[in-house]
């Protein structure tokens, strides 16, 4: 079964090299590809003729300007802009319309589960981004996403101010966000490598990664180091947890505190390393205070074989720490992943994910004491703008099920779509 | 006691001491190697000049990482291409949040303002024509014609941030193209066995150096600016070089060499490689050399 999956998802991420070729002239038709080549030829000669005369045509008139200006000096350079200058309307740049952005991520799941959630065995539009930003003064800038799926509510993502007027280099964020802790619930889904959140972030933070409203602040440490960098982040946000993430309660009065302690290595152009440190306290009773806590280490190496092949390794494990000792749970929960992506060339990339996590409320009788999952996955991107990744997933779980899964998933943008540096 | 305050008292002078020594150099950073290679001719000795996009990379897309977030924040000038060339720099400057070095702002210079700039769309600009040059080509920088203008406005901003210095600059500025100006005659006379003469390339980076020698290049392997090269797009090519007898097929070296490579299996061309960037191979080591270096390949293959 496995297997034929397998060969299934293969099958299907060979289709999509060949609908780029399915354009090519058949060979019986030579005779009208010559003439489209003779064509093609011709427009070319006409466009080069145009060009060349359009040049001309500019450099008189800054000459005819220049003596005009009676500006002909030893250096005659054209400060003024050329007739056929670009609109100034770099995104950025652009007077007072916000920058707006659309991303629509489909995705189609098949699974052997029965439960029904989040486009189990269907193709669903599993998130319409609508991303819409803009600088509020010399100081500030507001960003926010709005989700809308069609299997779940219109949700505010994100909403949020960033703030960089603050002393001491200080950098503040206040509203609703990712917050910072670790790495891939701190992204949106979109930038991820694979079609899902890890199985440890979708366990403990939620499906979807964690995103709550905060006010966090971060600092870069001061340190003469070249290569070396550190940032710390701090923040303070409500209560309760993303959804059917298990850490924390669904109490929102109660809020959660976070730090992160983010190391950056630059070996060289070509090799990076990024070592990071996240605590989490909060918790679950809504009588309680920070009785459940959780650390959070991540690792990543980047190294560039070429400026094309890229290998990225990443590997994230969360830990807890609580008092479950009169329920008879475990009272240290860990889980982990380990990634790694390869982008083979500039369209293809290819990667494998190994998830396990031990369930917060495992029960003793049950035959495991952790779900584990092996995912390979291969993405083929068409442009910066449009991207397909087909990912298997074989799937044990801790209640002795098993698991597989196909994913398929299209991410196209439209529109002003740029991502925050991580 | 005695101790804490002798050690106050130290780290008092040294503040001020580093604050003097900052005082005499400006700090600037480019976001390309080859504008911080002009900052540095103009600027000299009384400027600080660094670079965010590794030469040996495609300067479309670079992933900007926490070190350059600091460099920028510490700037006292950022250079940048403007346009849509480095469409990575927008959430560099977010992440630097200096609000002087942001779009518009005071202490940033953008280099396409007041260079000639070609292939500018007559209609609005869409992404059905590819990711990037919507604004029109942003690789402006290999025609000397441009590149005086550049200087000219470095030298400009560098006096605006550091009024002190101003004479130096405007003095290096004259030194600069004075040397630009033997340069070019030089190439020009170098040109004339590419004149006329046509090639392909990977990546539509060539125009102004083409315009500049005389050169015809108008087809890519990349179907559209950004866009890989795609199978159809060989086969186009393999006809289009056949039939108008190209010799040759341009790229710069951070492009992958497998397209071309088989391209020019199949057609018998030959793939030259050419500078985009200073510092991207070693002969490119400044300006001039990249010009002299691109030259050279191109001369001897056409020869
Ligand atoms: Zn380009």
Redesign the pocket.
């Known amino acids: 079964m496995k297997k034929s999956i397998l060969l299934a998802v293969l099958c299907l991420c060979c289709v999509f090299p060949h609908s780029v070729r399915a354009g090519a002239p058949p060979l019986d038709m030579e005779g009208l590809t010559a003439q489209m080549d003779e064509l093609k030829a011709l427009v070319v000669d006409l466009e080069a003729m145009v060009r060349s005369q359009q040049a001309r045509l500019e450099d008189l008139e800054q000459a005819n300007r220049a003596l005009r200006e009676g500006s002909v000096g030893p250096q005659v350079v054209l400060a003024s802009p050329a007739p056929e200058r670009a609109p100034v309307t770099a995104p950025g740049l652009s007077a007072f319309n916000p920058e707006i952005g659309m991303l629509a991520d489909v995705t189609a799941n098949l699974s052997q589960s029965r439960a029904d959630t989040e486009g189990n065995d269907k193709l669903s539009v599993r998130e319409l981004e609508l991303i819409i930003g803009h600088d509020v003064d010399p100081y500030s800038r507001f960003d926010s996403t709005i989700t809308f799926s069609d299997f779940e509510d219109v949700a505010l993502e994100e909403a949020y101010i960033t703030h960089w007027g603050l002393p001491l280099d200080l950098k503040g964020r206040l509203g609703r966000i990712r917050p910072k802790i670790g790495k891939a619930s701190s992204v949106h889904r979109d930038q991820l490598d694979t079609v899902d959140e890890p199985l440890v972030v979708q366990s403990y933070l939620g499906v979807e990664g964690l995103y709550r409203t905060a006010a966090e602040l971060s600092y870069f440490l001061p340190l003469p180091w070249e290569r070396v960098t550190h940032e710390v982040t701090a923040g303070v946000m409500e209560g309760g947890i993303g959804e059917d993430g298990t850490l924390f309660g669904s109490t929102r009065r109660r809020p959660s505190l976070y730090t992160h302690l983010k190391n950056f290595v630059d070996f060289s152009d070509l090799t990076n390393l990024e070592l990071g440190f996240t605590h989490l306290t909060g918790s679950k009773d809504a009588d309680e205070h920070f009785e459940v806590n959780a650390v959070g280490f991540d690792a990543t190496l980047v190294h560039y074989f070429t400026p094309q092949n890229k290998l990225k390794l990443q590997s994230e494990l969360y830990l807890q720490n609580r008092d479950e000792t009169d329920a008879g749970l475990d009272d240290n929960p860990w889980g982990l992943y380990a990634l790694a992506d390869y982008r083979l060339s500039p369209r293809f990339g290819i990667g494998g994910r190994f998830d396990f996590v031990e369930p917060v409320d495992n029960a003793v009788e049950n035959p495991r004491d952790e779900d584990v999952a092996w995912n390979g996955y291969l993405t083929f991107y068409q442009s910066e703008f449009a991207r397909w990744r087909a990912q298997y997933q074989h799937l044990e779980e801790a209640d002795g099920g098993n698991d597989d899964k196909v994913f398929l998933q299209g991410t196209v943008a439209i529109g002003v779509h740029k991502h925050q540096l991580q | 006691m005695k101790h804490f305050f002798a050690v106050l008292g130290a780290l008092w002078a040294l503040h001020f001491s580093a604050g003097a020594v900052k005082a005499e150099t400006i700090r600037v950073v480019a976001t390309l190697s080859t504008f911080a290679d002009l900052v540095e001719k103009i600027g000299g000795e009384d400027v600080e000049v660094s670079f965010v996009a590794p030469p040996r990379f495609n ?2 897309f670079i992933e900007p990482r926490p070190g350059d977030v600091l460099k920028v924040r510490r700037a006292d000038l950022f250079v940048h291409a403007g346009l849509d ?1 480095e469409p990575w720099r927008y959430p560099l400057v977010d992440a630097a949040g200096k609000s002087e070095l942001r779009p518009g702002g005071q202490r940033e210079l953008d280099l396409s303002q007041g260079v000639r700039l070609l292939e500018v769309p007559a209609q609005v600009p869409t992404r059905a024509a590819g990711d ?2 919507i604004y029109g ?3 402006y920088w290999l025609i000397p014609d441009n590149v005086r203008v550049m200087a000219v406005a470095i030298a400009e901003k560098l006096s605006e941030v550091d009024p002190v210095h101003s004479e130096a600059y405007q003095g290096r500025l004259r030194a600069f193209l004075d040397e630009l100006d033997r340069r070019v005659e030089k190439w020009r006379q170098d040109a004339q066995g590419i004149r006329g003469k046509e090639a392909v390339a990977y ?3 060539l125009v102004y150096l083409a315009e500049f020698l005389g050169l015809r290049v108008a087809q890519y392997l990349e179907p559209k ?2 866009i890989p090269p795609t199978p159809r797009q060989i086969q186009f090519l393999e006809g289009y070089i056949a039939e108008r007898g190209i010799g040759a097929i341009l790229q710069a070296s951070f492009y992958p060499r497998g397209s071309s490579d088989s391209l020019a299996r199949k057609t018998g061309a030959e793939v030259v490689l050419l500078c985009q960037n200073v510092g991207e191979r070693p002969e490119c080591g400044d300006y001039f050399a990249l010009m002299d270096y691109n030259l050279s390949q191109l001369t001897s293959h056409f020869r």
């Open positions: 300067p479309h060339l990037i040059h080509n942003p690789h990546h539509n980076d600016p950004g």
